[in-house]
């Protein structure tokens, strides 16, 4: 006779047997590639704090993108770096723009094997490198709401599936939907970044897509992470005007928003691994302290168990192998 802990060890001494319990699992089908294309660029070009991440010429995308699939990703989030900036954004709209002429480039490529998201936001495009339209000194919330639905209705023009609203302006969901309602893209889905928060973790992606604020910070337009409650009403909010999918950013150091969000909301929810958690990860591989592989399978795991039903992830190709190698 034994006790009834012993269940759990005797369980746990066959690999297989393992396998057969596994709660959660994380799977290549779980993750969002994010590319950057970036527009005049003759060749790749790697990004200072995002090693063995590049940015793409318009010509090496379609490749890129096969190599994703090939790995079994289902779907990719695409960032625009455009060559020209001003005041009212305007390249982010335009029918030409580094991301229309990509994604039309992808569908023509792979057609309908990737779903193809697109980043939907000023802040790359603005001279001000803010994510709406500045007045003054200040954000002009509503002014922004016209833009960013006139970009999502681009992106939507050239193929996108799903456009995903970054700028956490106010009622960016609800304008893009009637925007792209009213243009006959009823089929087109809203991904916002619904709790998106002023996060120290952007550095490496405002190097890699040349987004940095050139005056002030984002403070008053992202949530600050003390934040839950507030959190969870811009949840809420984006779910009442729409979205389809609502998603929690930066994820690792917000597994808590994540499982609040699973918990008080059906809807799908998407999590957003930054480009600081990718740095983090890789400058302590590079120097031989982590294994890169085993840290990232724990770490996309996590997300998942905490109530994630996509992951957008930096790390997206690197887990895909090494899940594939298990
Ligand atoms: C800008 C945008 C940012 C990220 C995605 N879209 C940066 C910011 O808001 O400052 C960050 C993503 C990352 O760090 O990986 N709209
Ligand atoms: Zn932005």
Not at 61 to 70: A, G, K, P, Q
Not at 214 to 226: A, V
Request: aromatic letters at 6%; glycine letters at 6%; hydrophobic letters at 40%.
């Amino acid at each position: 006779m034994s006790f009834p802990n012993v269940r759990l060890r005797r369980l746990r001494q066959s690999s297989k047997i393992r396998e057969l319990l596994e709660e959660v699992r994380v799977s290549p089908k779980d993750l969002v590639c994010p590319i950057f294309v970036q527009e005049d660029l003759k060749s790749k070009l790697a990004g200072g704090s995002m090693p063995g991440f590049e940015r793409l010429p318009l010509s090496g995308v379609t490749d890129e993108v096969n190599s994703i699939i090939d790995l079994g990703i289902p779907a990719i989030m695409v960032f625009g770096i455009p060559s020209h900036k001003d005041d009212k954004g305007t390249s982010a709209f335009s029918d030409d723009g580094v991301v229309q002429k990509a994604i039309s480039e992808i569908r023509k490529g792979v057609g309908n094997r990737v779903a193809i998201m697109s980043d939907v936001c000023l802040c790359q495009y603005t001279t001000s490198g803010h994510c709406g339209l500045v007045n003054g000194n200040k954000i002009d919330n509503d002014s922004s709401l016209e833009v960013l639905a006139k970009t999502a209705v681009s992106q939507a023009r050239a193929g996108a599936d799903v456009v995903s609203p970054s700028a956490m302006m106010d009622g960016q969901v609800r304008a893009i939907r009637t925007a792209l309602d009213d243009a006959g893209f009823t089929d087109v889905a809203i991904m916002s970044h619904s709790a998106k928060h002023r996060s120290s973790l952007y550095s490496p992606f405002k190097d890699m897509a040349h987004s940095a604020p050139q005056f002030g910070d984002r403070k008053t337009y992202q949530l600050p992470y003390t934040n839950p409650k507030e959190a969870m009403r811009e949840v809420e909010t984006d779910i009442a005007e729409g979205v389809d999918v609502v998603m929690i950013k930066p994820a690792l150091a917000y597994l808590d928003l994540i499982a609040m969000t699973r918990e008080r909301f059906n809807v799908p929810i998407a999590a957003y691994s930054v480009s600081g958690e990718y740095a983090m990860v890789k400058a302590a591989a590079m120097q031989g302290w982590l294994d890169e592989k085993e840290v990232t399978l724990e770490i996309l795991t996590a997300i998942k168990r905490a109530g994630a039903d996509m992951i957008v992830t930096y790390f997206s190709k690197i887990a895909a192998k090494a899940l594939g190698e298990k």
